[in-house]
């Protein structure tokens, strides 16, 4: 079963407006990590935010915001007042703890692409 | 900039081939993994390195290997390359081996491999 799943595989949004990708996620572990990632045409993975399954509030960076709705199991990146080059693949990522300790590093999502329009 | 370097940026060899992939972590990790994202499977998980040794395995072929060095720069090794195994291969690197839930990795720009 798919621990990670992304619904949109591509968003178009006016510049300026807000933009929300969709994450939920599948684990029994109590203990996860939330990661979003941000990969543009030139392809580098940027870590853009994290949230802990412990978090008692939805993590903020900048222009970036977590929903977090833990009993739904949904992680959704909120982007505020979007810019041109918020174009891009956006991945939502899961790291548990688990038995082998997370030492499977991540398990991603299959990407939402956000065309930002002018 | 992530801090993490790979090289080559590109790479295109045939069929058959070995090449291999370098990776220098941030300074400071200890930790290194390798990320293979293609177009049917994603961003799958192949191995991680920690402080020289072999720490976890995901789906990596038995064509393919890794190794970290003591200067904590690792390499991944493949060999008698196929059309499949055309993607862009990641190196991240994280600070240490606890691989907590909040432990963050942090990319390379990758190696886009290209088998002819």
């Known amino acids: 079963a798919q621990k990670i799943t992304q619904t949109q595989p591509g968003m178009f949004v006016q510049e300026k407006e807000a933009v929300t990708l969709d994450c939920t996620y599948d684990?029994?572990?109590?203990?996860?990590?939330l990661f979003w990632y941000k990969q543009p045409s030139s392809g580098e993975m940027i870590f853009l935010i994290y949230q802990g399954s412990y978090d008692q509030q939805n993590a903020t960076e900048g222009r970036y915001s977590l929903n977090f709705q833990k009993a739904r199991k949904s992680a959704n990146l909120v982007i505020s007042a979007s810019q041109l080059g918020d174009s891009a693949m956006y991945f939502c990522?899961?790291?548990?703890?688990?038995?082998?300790?997370?030492?499977?590093?991540?398990?991603f999502g299959k990407g939402t692409h956000l065309i930002i329009q002018p | 900039d992530s801090g993490v370097t790979q090289t080559p940026k590109h790479l295109i060899t045939a069929t058959g081939q070995r090449v291999t992939l370098r990776c220098s972590p941030r300074?400071?990790?200890?930790?290194v993994y390798w990320y293979q994202q293609s177009l049917d499977q994603g961003l799958q998980f192949l191995i991680q390195?920690?402080?020289?040794?072999?720490?976890a395995k995901g789906n990596i072929l038995e064509r393919f290997s890794a190794q970290q060095f003591p200067d904590l720069h690792s390499e991944l090794n493949l060999s008698s390359l196929e059309l499949g195994d055309s993607a862009l291969y990641f190196c991240?690197?994280?600070?240490?081996?606890?691989?907590?839930?909040?432990?963050?990795?942090?990319f390379g720009s990758g190696t886009q491999l290209s088998v002819l």
């Open positions: 300074s400071g990790d200890l930790s």
């Open positions: 390195y920690y402080n020289g040794e072999e720490r």
């Open positions: 990522a899961m790291r548990e703890n688990g038995e082998k300790g997370g030492a499977d590093g991540l398990t």
């Open positions: 991240a690197s994280s600070s240490s081996g606890t691989n907590k839930a909040n432990e963050k990795l942090f």
């Open positions: 684990t029994s572990d109590p203990s996860y990590g």
